[in-house]
């Protein structure tokens, strides 16, 4: 098959024979899913479908992080300021202005509405389907019992025949640089905050941190990003990653890599914080060659820590349920999504891999089928991804670099929105000099088979033309299968067009050289 080297990547799934479990002669439910995020509550909404009987548990709000403390909350905000961003350059485009200004509480509670809006409609649909919802937190007591702590502190104890564990994950902490919730915060308060600060420290640059860095930076905050590593991004290749890291800079943000924080000193709620931050990469060698000046220090009001996400499995008493996790924390599954117990089934964050919401939503209906004694195959063969940061990033399949250490005879097309007519007519594109269109896609593929192996783009809304890449390489699509396809005009996704030609130096709206 062209795209093994993607399924193989990605797969990341334990294989093995689960052990069966004899449970009781009766159940109080078919199913129990522990975990009311986009991955259990699909879950649970499926099996009921299905005709089973349902218990979802969940120990703090419907919808999970996804719905209430990330995904849309941030989206939110994030719309919100690129509207004021386009507001602010509307001049440029012919249109005048004056006297902007931002009410962060009237932002928060537009937020706040459309959060609302959101995990109300998910409550009606479980209520709708049969799911019978419990507000607590659950362990295993026995591979098919549950004991349940209430919100007000009781204590149940429910049976069923499958569980399904979707517990998601937490922010991983620092043991030098502890939340106070107040300067040094989590991504929870950061997308709650008030008013806008004069001032941010970000400490980790990932999807958290270069989206609340460019959603801050829009609003008029002075940014700082700090990260260990010595790259952004190091997933994707240097073509797209060297354009975001311009655009950050023509944003006014900040870029210590290399870097880490070795200490944080609060000076109050008003005056923000002092960090400490040593460039790790000047800090190399022997002491006397040493850079004196490779430690400095950087002033904030609010510092928002986002170094990585751990598993939730501490709670879950795994051992009564003869289960545990692996040295990083995540339960192991096999292709169908089953724990070593065939009774159990894990879903989303817990089980590792890209830690994305759409890829906990899809597990989550394939547990559900499999539960209910629905054959379905666990096999996805690629996972699309999307930062939304200023601008967009989005990507699927292999890298280049990744495709090359593969083994694959790679060819590159590539397409720049400079080019495309679309492209041009999006302020969003352009970054803050005005000067240039920030973006591109990039098509990679099997030099010997035409496959498509991966693609990865940057720039204004590319998030919404990764899924049509994503379709082809599930279809395994060739280059000239996307080059042979008609495009509407103007649109973003010409550009992929553009890029399947560009493979074989054919592409019309740019030059080629002759070779």
């Known amino acids: 098959m062209a795209n093994s080297g993607i399924s193989k990547e990605l797969d990341g799934l334990a294989s093995g024979n689960p052990t069966e479990q004899t449970g009781p002669a009766s159940y109080d439910a078919d199913l129990i899913v522990i975990g009311g995020g986009p991955g259990g509550y699909t879950a649970a909404i499926r099996a009921a479908q299905l005709g089973q009987s349902v218990i979802l548990v969940e120990k703090e709000a419907i ?24 507001m602010c350059q509307a001049s440029q485009v012919g249109i005048v202005t004056a006297d902007i200004q931002i009410d962060m509480k009237q932002m928060q509670a537009w937020k706040n509405g459309i959060v609302d809006r959101l995990t109300q409609g998910v409550k009606q649909l479980l209520s709708a389907n049969g799911v019978t919802v419990l507000s607590g937190e659950a362990c295993f007591q026995s591979p098919h019992s549950l004991e ?13 025949k499958h569980s399904i564990i979707a517990t998601g994950s937490s922010p991983i902490a620092l043991p030098h640089l502890p939340l106070d919730h107040q300067v040094v915060l989590g991504s929870r308060e950061v997308l709650s905050l008030q008013h806008v600060p004069q001032s941010l420290a970000i400490v980790g640059a990932g999807v958290i941190g270069l989206e609340i860095a460019t959603l801050y930076a829009k609003l008029g905050t002075q940014v700082t990003l700090i990260e260990q590593q010595d790259r952004l991004l190091p997933a994707l290749d240097d073509d797209i990653t060297r354009l975001l890291k311009k655009a950050l800079k023509h944003q006014g943000i900040a870029l210590h890599l290399s870097s880490s924080v070795q200490g944080c000193t609060v000076v109050s709620p008003d005056a923000g914080a002092q960090l400490t931050v040593a460039d790790t990469a000047k800090n190399t060698g022997s002491a006397k060659g040493r850079n ?22 501490e709670a879950l008493n795994l051992s009564a349920a003869n289960l545990s996790s692996n040295a990083a924390g995540f339960i192991e599954t096999n292709h169908w999504l089953q724990t070593a117990t065939a009774s159990i089934y894990a879903i989303g964050d817990v089980t590792g891999g ?6 906990a939503s899809r597990e989550g209906l394939i547990a559900a089928e499999q539960a209910a004694g629905k054959a379905r195959t666990a096999k996805t063969c690629v996972m699309p991804a999307v930062i939304f940061s200023d601008p967009e ?3 699927v399949g292999l890298s280049e670099k990744a495709a090359k250490a593969y083994g694959y005879a790679v060819k590159v097309g590539k397409f720049p929105f400079a080019a495309n007519g679309r492209a041009l007519t999006l302020p969003m594109s352009k970054d803050t000099a005005g000067k240039e269109h920030t973006g591109m ?8 088979s035409n496959a498509i192996l991966g693609a990865q783009c940057i720039g204004a809304d590319v998030s919404e033309i990764i899924s049509e890449i994503t379709l082809a390489i599930e279809m395994s699509a060739t280059a000239d299968d996307l080059a042979l396809t008609v495009h509407a ?6 550009s992929w067009m553009e890029a399947a030609e560009a493979v074989e130096n054919n592409a019309i709206h740019i030059f080629h050289a002759k070779k």
């Open 489 to 494: 005009h103007p649109t973003l996704s010409e």
């Open 148 to 160: 349940i702590t209430e919100s007000n502190g009781q204590k149940l104890t429910r049976t069923a």
């Open 441 to 448: 896609v990039k098509l990679i593929t099997d030099a010997k």
């Open 393 to 395: 990033i989005a990507f």
């Open 292 to 313: 004196k000046s490779a430690t400095t220090t950087i002033n904030a009001e609010k510092v928002l820590v986002c170094v990585g996400r751990k598993p939730n499995t």
């Open 63 to 86: 919808g999970g992080v996804c719905l209430n403390w990330g995904c849309i909350p941030s989206k939110a905000l994030i719309q919100a300021g690129k509207q004021y961003e386009k």
């Open 354 to 359: 890209p830690l994305l919401a759409h890829k």
